[in-house]
């Protein structure tokens, strides 16, 4: 028998695909799940999942959160909000609910868009896209924002504007108002159009 291995895999933000049905159903790669204390994000060199910092404050993710593979936010992303000035060069935030608790990461899920969350963070647009697991016995049927309770999406709205917040430092973030899948698909769609810009090589 013979002792081969694969050593390679592929890098989750450029190796990955955004999804067989975008923008409706997109992948998501969790870097963070609701028990974690700590920040983790993938190194944008190796791929390795990496420590970006410990929380400052009590409060903790509400959600799974991580990224939609090959998208990117850039000039079409910032276009789409009026305030920015440009977007944050970063890929695409996912926060993806779930009924039962999934305390992994450097997973990857299959996520029904429902809306999002545009947030702003000094000066730069960096939108959360907002989903549910897909096939989730309690919330896999919602196809829209509207059709989710009030306070989860509260919950979320307020970690992030509370997340960075330092004593005696201005609070840079602010989000506006919520948005269901229409303009969810079209935050989607420019961050894969910002990607194929930006990482031309990267497009087969």
């Known amino acids: 028998m013979s002792n081969t291995y694969h050593e390679w895999r592929p890098h989750p933000w450029h190796g990955l695909a955004a999804g ?4 409706r159903m997109v ?7 609701p ?13 390795y999942l990496c420590i970006d910092r410990p929380f400052r ?15 990117y936010c850039g000039d079409r992303v910032r276009d789409l909000m009026p305030e920015a000035e440009c977007g944050d060069g970063d890929p695409l935030d996912i926060c993806l609910i779930s009924e039962l608790p999934i305390n992994k990461t450097e997973i990857l899920a299959t996520a029904k868009v429902i809306g999002g969350l545009p947030m702003l963070d000094g000066g730069e ?5 907002i989903a549910v697991l897909d096939q989730d016995g309690v919330y896999g049927d919602l196809n829209d924002i509207s059709e989710l309770p009030s306070v ?25 108002d919520a948005y269901g899948f229409e303009h969810a698909a079209k935050v989607i769609e ?15």
């Not at 067989?20 to 923008?23: A, G, L, N, R, Y």
């Open 27 to 33: 992948n998501a790669y969790i870097e963070i799940c």
């Open 190 to 204: 420019a961050s894969m159009a910002d990607y194929t810009t930006e990482f031309p090589e990267s497009v087969r």
């Open 125 to 129: 647009a960096d939108d959360k896209i």
């Open 152 to 176: 989860i999406v509260e919950r979320i709205a307020h970690y992030f504007l509370t997340y960075k917040m330092v004593p005696g430092k201005a609070n840079k973030v602010s989000i506006g």
């Open 57 to 71: 404050t009590s409060a903790q993710q509400p959600t799974l959160y991580g990224f939609v593979p090959r998208t």
């Open 35 to 47: 028990t974690d204390l700590v920040k983790y994000e993938v190194d944008k060199e190796t791929g």
């Open 20 to 23: 067989t049905d975008t923008p």
